[in-house]
Structure formats: C-alpha cells, structure tokens
C-alpha cells in the first residue's frame, strides 16, 4: 500500500514537468489522420481500385483519427514547430465551428461508405477535403 502511494505521489509530482502538448504531438495526430484520408482519396480519384469493404475501414479510423489532434490544443501552446495560429484561441468559437463541421463531414462520410455508391461518396469526401481546407485557410500558419 505505502509503495503504491509513493508511485502515485511520485507520478503525481512528475506531471508538471512533462512537457504540454504542442506542434510535434498535433502535427503526428494530424498525419495520422492523412493515413486513411489519402488511401480513400485514391480511390475517390480513381487512382486506385474502389474497394468498399477497405473504404469502410479507413472511413471507420478516420472517425476516430479525426478526434485526436482536437484534445492537443491547449492554451498557448505555439512553439518552435507549430502551425498553429493565435486565431485557434483569440478566435474559440469559429475554431469550434470548424471542428464541428469537420466532425460531422466525416461521420457522414462513414455513413455513405456503407451504401457503396461510388458518386455518393465522391460527394461526401469532397465535403470533409474542403473542411480541411477552410480550417487550414483560417487556423494554420506557413511552415516555420
Ligand atoms: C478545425 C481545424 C482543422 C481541420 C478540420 C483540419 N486541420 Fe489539419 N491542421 C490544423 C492545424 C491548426 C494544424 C497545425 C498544427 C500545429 O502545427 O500546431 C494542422 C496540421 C495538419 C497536418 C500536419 C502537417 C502540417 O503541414 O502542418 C496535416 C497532415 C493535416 N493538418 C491534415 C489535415 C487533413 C487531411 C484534414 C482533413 C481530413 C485536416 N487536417 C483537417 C487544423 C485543422
């Protein structure tokens, strides 16, 4: 019992010194989204042979993918690496707007991979790539 409350108080006091997420930790988040946006992408352009069943899946880990780099924006946290533009926080509520739109086109997305319908998914894909898109436009900054 006592060593067990040692290492808790031990992580406990670790916590502060780790260091807060930032460009690095949202920027890997963000690539991992790309890894099953670009493979259904492919296939959107018809570069790659329209498979519904592997479609299905990377629209599946998008949905979650998509998640992750939104819970790595703490408040001032631009550093040396990061994209990020003072507007995602001077600005919260259209970069909330953002996400949610963002949110909902790739739950949409996972939907309409289900019916199959290769124009139907053009449709939506082209939706959640201009997502990315507008966010970009407003939200990140030139590369440092
Ligand atoms: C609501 C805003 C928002 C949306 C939506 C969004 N991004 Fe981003 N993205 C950002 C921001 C901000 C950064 C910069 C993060 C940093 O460097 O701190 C970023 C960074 C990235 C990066 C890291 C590499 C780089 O050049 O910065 C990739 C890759 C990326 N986004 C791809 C995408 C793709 C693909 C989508 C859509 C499927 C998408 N993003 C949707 C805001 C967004």
């Known amino acids: 019992?006592?060593?067990?409350?040692?290492?808790?108080?031990?992580?406990?006091?670790?916590?502060?010194a780790m260091a807060a997420p930032g460009g690095a930790e949202r920027q890997h988040a963000f690539k991992q989204v790309l890894l099953d946006f670009e493979p259904m992408g492919l296939m959107v352009r018809e570069?790659?042979?329209?498979?519904?069943g592997a479609f299905i899946q990377h629209a599946d880990a998008l949905k979650l993918a998509a998640r992750q780099p939104f819970t790595l924006f703490p408040p001032n946290?631009?550093?040396?690496?990061?994209?990020?533009?003072?507007?995602?926080?001077?600005?919260p509520a259209?970069?909330?707007a953002e996400k949610t739109r963002f949110f909902a086109a790739v739950d949409a997305?996972?939907?309409?991979?289900?019916?199959?319908?290769?124009?139907?998914?053009?449709?939506?894909?082209?939706?959640?790539?201009?997502?990315?898109?507008s966010c970009h436009d407003s939200f990140r900054g030139p590369e440092r």
């Open 77 to 91: 946290s631009i550093d040396g690496k990061s994209r990020a533009k003072p507007e995602i926080w001077s600005q």
């Open 47 to 52: 570069r790659d042979p329209y498979k519904k």
């Open 94 to 96: 259209r970069f909330a």
């Open 1 to 16: 019992m006592k060593l067990i409350l040692t290492a808790g108080l031990a992580a406990l006091v670790a916590m502060p």
């Open 109 to 133: 997305l996972d939907t309409v991979a289900r019916s199959g319908d290769l124009a139907a998914i053009k449709k939506s894909y082209a939706v959640v790539a201009q997502s990315c898109k």
